[in-house]
């Protein structure tokens, strides 16, 4: 069955490093998305790609970044970790119509001390 | 700008009781609406979708929601509420750009 994988489920780290999140999918699916849960806020998406080699911005980008060099990964780059981003993060995946449903990964749980 | 609004942040019923979860969404245009559910440490997982036809949209695991143009609003609902329902759930919209915007999400307690 083809699902979507996040790597590692649990992650703590300190104020100041390079943290890199992955996500892989098996899904074929060209439209990969991030997103980050925190209370009171829901889901707010970070950085979103529509295929290889593209990547885009989205509400809450300050301090993380992407890249897409195959279909199946969609890796999330925190360049230098900070408190405000301890949080949990999700990566999903859609196919190309509008109507189409995203499906998420199990998530990704980040402490930053 | 697109947005969802989910009036009630957490809700408690008694198993076997109707439950009813409000969302609200602005949008220009057409709306697709999407309903999920999130059982504690998951990811989410679809529960319903909107997004032209009838506008009263069944769903998995019972639930069904009603699409309302005039109140703009796309509201879950279930006849009977089961134990295993507790759970957070949220309302989205998306755009053009198959961009989800999600509500805050409703927290559902069961009471035995």
């Known amino acids: 069955d083809a699902e979507i994988t996040q790597s590692p489920r649990h992650k703590i780290t300190e104020t100041g490093r390079q943290v890199t999140l992955a996500c892989h999918q098996t899904w074929n699916h060209n439209n990969m998305f991030w997103y980050r849960q925190d209370l009171g806020h829901g889901l707010r998406l970070i950085h979103y790609?529509?295929?290889?080699?593209?990547?885009n911005k989205g509400e809450v980008s300050d301090g993380y970044s992407v890249s897409r060099s195959n279909t199946e990964d969609l890796p999330l780059t925190l360049e230098s970790a900070a408190s405000s981003q301890t949080s949990v993060y999700f990566c999903?995946?859609?196919?190309?119509?509008?109507?189409?449903?995203?499906?998420f990964g199990p998530g990704t749980r980040l402490t930053v001390l | 700008a697109q947005s969802v609004t989910q009036p009630d942040i957490h809700i408690t019923v008694s198993e076997g009781a109707s439950l009813e979860l409000r969302c609200n969404y602005s949008y220009g245009a057409t709306p697709y609406l999407f309903w999920y559910v999130q059982s504690p440490g998951q990811g989410l997982q679809l529960l319903l979708k909107y997004f032209s036809g009838d506008t009263l949209v069944q769903g998995i695991k019972g639930f069904e929601a009603e699409f309302k143009r005039s109140q703009s609003s796309f509201n879950l609902r279930k006849p009977s509420v089961h134990w295993s329902d507790a759970a957070e759930y949220f309302c989205a919209v998306v755009n053009t750009g198959n961009q989800f915007y999600f509500g805050t999400g409703t927290s559902l307690t069961v009471i035995p």
């Open positions: 790609s529509y295929g290889v080699q593209d990547t």
């Open positions: 999903a995946s859609s196919g190309p119509n509008r109507m189409d449903e995203q499906f």
